[in-house]
């Protein structure tokens, strides 16, 4: 019973889309605390590609349901993987084409600004549209609009 109400409509895909955004923030802030680092390349994953993936295990539950819900059984790739406890495990690879720095290193603070801030109003979004339709159930629950 429970199973359909959380398997229900958006709430898997803002579940992992909150998963995606929260992983790929450490990634980032460790890319930043690095910035200084001799022979530090930063590290990133694909949102295109995670966005792909997460489009195929959408389209995969309608065909497989329909507009019932059911799991979100989203597929593995090289660079995001579900892991044993079913969280999002990365595989990241060096982000950025730039010049390397006499220390070895490839900078570009603007470049990894610019990707927090995205990457933060992804996750905002997400949880406000998780939040929304956790009020929408919660209401359905107290039998009230």
Do not use: C, W, Y
């Not at 939040?131 to 039998?143: E, P």
């Amino acid at each position: 019973m429970i199973g359909g109400v959380t398997n229900a409509d958006s709430l898997p895909v803002l579940e992992r889309m909150i998963q995606f955004a929260g992983r790929r923030h450490r990634l980032m802030t460790h890319n930043i605390a690095n910035i200084d680092t001799p022979n530090f390349r930063p590290m990133d994953v694909s949102v295109q590609g995670f966005q792909t993936q997460l489009g195929a295990a959408v389209d995969e539950r309608r065909e497989r349901a329909g507009n019932a819900g059911g799991e979100l059984r989203l597929r593995n790739s090289r660079e995001v993987a579900v892991g044993k406890h079913d969280e999002l495990v990365f595989n990241p690879s060096p982000a950025g084409d730039n010049i390397l720095f006499h220390d070895r290193n490839d900078r570009d603070t603007e470049r990894l600004m610019q990707d927090l801030v995205e990457n933060f109003m992804a996750f905002r979004t997400a949880a406000d549209m998780l939040r929304n339709r956790f009020d929408l159930i919660n209401t359905a629950i107290r039998g009230r609009l």
